[in-house]
């Protein structure tokens, strides 16, 4: 197996057949309510062969999928289509869209994610409103109020959420998350117009 990703959130590792993953302990269920996906819908949920913990640590071992092509090196529009997309960017062999690593995901407005991928309201060159538009139209016009709502109120939620992930680390590595908690407070100030935008 080789390495794919080390950070403070998680470590995953693959080989041909097999992803395996180990979370951060914020996500305890992860492992649980992945397997129970995979039998719900198990032809967009790739297959958990393994799942505990170790140490406190959780872990999962799923079946590996097909990989995206540059599914993630694309501009910010062409991402945001992707995702709204129904996840055509990860398939299994018959073409199927499959879910994988959905740690973040939330019960939350419309909106609440798209707020990272749109340019600050300073930028004045329409891609704000493009792509709120875009996302608009893909979840339909009775969701506009939200999706607006959510993107207005995105920084607290994530501010709230990094200071939650921050609990679980050592104090060596809890830094570059509470720094993130500071950058949404202070982008949260400007979208409340109380600061100007840095």
Avoid: C
């Amino acid at each position: 197996m080789t390495q794919e990703q080390a950070w403070a959130l998680s470590s995953v590792w693959r080989d041909e057949e097999v992803v395996l993953k180990l979370t951060n302990p914020a996500w305890p269920a992860e492992a649980a309510i992945t397997s129970l996906l995979a039998r719900l819908a198990p032809t967009h949920v790739p297959a958990v062969l393994a799942a505990g913990s170790h140490r406190g640590v959780p872990f999962l071992v799923q079946r590996r999928v097909v990989e995206p092509p540059d599914a993630f090196e694309a501009e910010p529009e062409v991402r945001l289509e992707r995702s709204l997309g129904a996840l055509e960017a990860l398939a299994d062999e018959a073409g199927r869209p499959q879910l994988i690593d959905w740690t973040d995901a939330a019960l939350a407005w419309p909106g609440v994610d798209l707020f990272v991928l749109l340019p600050r309201r300073s930028a004045g060159d329409g891609r704000r409103e493009a792509l709120l538009s875009a996302y608009v139209e893909a979840l339909g016009a009775r969701h506009e109020a939200g999706v607006r709502l959510g993107t207005e109120v995105a920084p607290t939620y994530h501010a709230l959420s990094y200071l939650r992930i921050g609990r679980f680390l050592p104090a060596e590595l809890a830094g570059d998350f509470l720094g993130a908690v500071t950058k949404y407070v202070e982008r949260q100030l400007e979208f409340s117009g109380l600061v100007a935008e840095a």
